[in-house]
């Protein structure tokens, strides 16, 4: 049966696009809160300066759609490999060469401007056009990559940074770019299906034209208030921790209790969007990990609490994006899906910098995280409650 022709066909697909997504860009964001106290101490920064440095990754909102536009020209194989390699290359050149905080500045500017091409905003393209009917369930697979990187890298990044320095830190994420995501892009992905194959689209809109359709900006304004909530617990996780009280090691167990929940979450969100109304899963996959960011605010020194918010918190960040991959292809089909899906993750990117450089501001103006805690919650459920005026069309049926 069909069905059982996707995973057929399409199993290599999916493992090479979760060790890529698990070793591109984004394993640096997910794990950044590591390197913040090594790079306050040498560079004698604040966390609110600090902050608005890692927030140069809005250049993001610039590489995102530039990058998922060339995945629908030049295939997704030759976009992941090229902007692989630029990654490590400047990953390996802040390691090496960077001595201001300035010069760190202009590293995090370019990894966000091209390494948008290692992120969901590519990788996402080549399982939606492989899979149709187990398209959440195949898409959260993929992005587990990730998630399974978050889980085991920090211990061990940890103990590196610890150990060696932030230095050290970098050279060793490169290196796994390296040896681990670049083989398994170039041997196992292919750019599309046989020919006849391809999922069919549900919509045959130009280029451009889907920035005059209201649902289009519906999913953006969603996504922001979800970035607002979570990227700026992501990059300030560790210190987070830590000022409750709890050691370096508790905030490196809690960056990995953060990816189990993504794991979790892509994985529950993909089966349930392949079975229930998707609208309806992402409200329910998006309002009750807002509790995390409440328990944050109410943990004081313990470590179970502080576990279990960030659990829940990366739940949440797991299941976005299957979501929103998933809404792109069934609201506006593959044949310009990187465009679009680009374009959205672009836009999103202006809640990521928000959130980032949020928490750390409002961390340097009360001294504590509390109140930043408080307008994750509301940015997440802000985020989760415009969903419910998202209209998708039927879902399509490929031919046997």
Known sequence: MQEANEWRNGWKIVLGCALGAGTGVVLLFFTFSIFVLPLLTEFHATRGQLAAVQSLVIAGAVGAPVMGRAADIFGFRKVFITTMLMVIAVELWMATM??????????????????????????????????????????????????????????????????????????????????????????????????????????????????????FWLMALSLIGMGVAGSGFIGQMSPMVQQEGLSAKVAAVALSAFATGQVSGRMIGGWCLDR?????????????????????????????LALLAAFLIGFQQGAEIDIFAYFTARRFGIANYGTVYGALIGLGWIGNATGVIGVGYLHDLSGDYGFAQMCGALALTAGALLITAIRLPPAQVRAA
Do not use: C
Request: hydrophobic residues 50%; glycine residues 12%; neutral net charge.
């Open 276 to 304: 229930f109304d998707p609208r309806i899963v992402a409200v329910l996959l998006n309002l009750v990990p807002a509790s995390g960011f409440i328990l944050l605010w109410l943990t004081q020194g313990s470590a179970p």
């Open 98 to 215: 960077v001595s201001t905080i300035f010069q760190f500045g202009v590293g995090t500017f370019l990894l966000g401007l091209i390494g948008a091409g290692t992120t969901a905003v590519t990788i996402t393209r080549p399982v939606n056009a492989w899979f149709d009917q187990h398209r959440g369930m195949a898409l959260g697979l993929a992005a587990s990559g990730l998630a399974v990187a978050t889980i085991i890298a920090p211990p061990f990044l940890e103990a590196i940074v610890a150990g060696w320095g932030w230095r050290f830190g970098l050279i060793a994420l490169a290196t796994v770019g390296g040896v681990v995501g670049l083989p398994a892009v170039y041997f196992l992905v292919q750019n599309e299906p046989p020919q006849g194959s391809a999922p069919r689209s549900p919509s045959a809109s130009g280029d451009w034209v889907f920035l005059k359709e209201p649902q």
